[in-house]
């Protein structure tokens, strides 16, 4: 079984830029979440695509955008970045029924924005 | 709005000593609540959550829905158990949009 994986594991922008950051879900997850965590904060979620549709979105502006593709790989985009963009984003994935809302973790892109 | 306040940035306690990490929500309906642990250089995992009412690794976790609140307890701790725990909520709509606390260092003495 292959876990969540995330690329890359670094990235730093300036601002203004745009960025795409990758995720692989777990074999057998039709789900991915995308989540930002800023220093000392827990991860804060930002949205979800389920079966290729985006099914919820936190609070976050519309320069923050993404895609689930028919692998169930998503990709998580950011326009016109800021400062307070740095930070790390974390993705998910999880699987339909009864364990739907277990979220299983990639180790996440850590993004810095100078 | 739905919230999760984990009130100590960090707690510290001896080895073999309980231990209590405290857990409190705000939501008014149905909430489906998670303990995640990150241990060092590891990525973020589920520990427990409260529909299965198991023990994992030794810690419990009640859900108190009068006093809004899902404190994860250990009766020994142990060094191996010093990680970075964060409690988290559900709704049981579709979108499945899980909100964390702001997280608890737990540092086990020796």
């Known amino acids: 079984e292959t876990g969540v994986t995330q690329s890359p594991t670094h990235l730093i922008k300036t601002r203004g830029q745009q960025v795409t950051l990758r995720c692989s879900s777990q074999?057998?997850?039709?789900?991915v979440s995308w989540y930002q965590q800023a220093l000392g904060q827990g991860p804060q979620f930002i949205f979800q695509?389920?079966?290729?549709?985006?099914?919820g979105r936190g609070n976050f502006p519309p320069r923050f955008s993404g895609l689930q593709f028919p692998n169930y790989s998503s990709e998580l985009n950011v326009n016109a970045l800021e400062l307070d963009d740095s930070a790390l984003y974390l993705c998910?994935?999880?699987?339909?029924?009864?364990?739907?809302?277990?979220?299983?973790f990639g180790a996440g892109t850590r993004l810095s924005v100078l | 709005a739905q919230r999760v306040t984990q009130p100590e940035k960090l707690l510290s306690v001896f080895k073999g000593a309980p231990v209590e990490l405290k857990c409190n929500y705000s939501?008014?309906?149905?909430?489906?609540l998670f303990w995640y642990v990150q241990y060092s250089r590891q990525r973020l995992q589920l520990l427990l959550r409260?529909?299965s009412r198991e023990s994992i690794k030794g810690f419990t976790a009640d859900l108190n829905k009068g006093e809004t609140s899902f404190h994860l307890k250990k009766p020994f701790a142990q060094e191996e158990d010093s990680a970075m725990y964060y409690c988290?909520?559900?709704?049981?709509?579709?979108?499945?949009?899980?909100?964390f606390g702001s997280g608890t260092r737990l540092s086990i003495r020796p």
């Open positions: 074999s057998g997850h039709n789900t």
């Open positions: 409260h529909i």
């Open positions: 988290a909520l559900t709704t049981y709509s579709s979108a499945s949009k899980i909100i």
């Open positions: 998910a994935s999880s699987s339909d029924g009864s364990a739907k809302n277990i979220q299983y």
């Open positions: 695509y389920y079966r290729e549709e985006e099914n």
């Open positions: 939501y008014s309906g149905s909430p489906e």
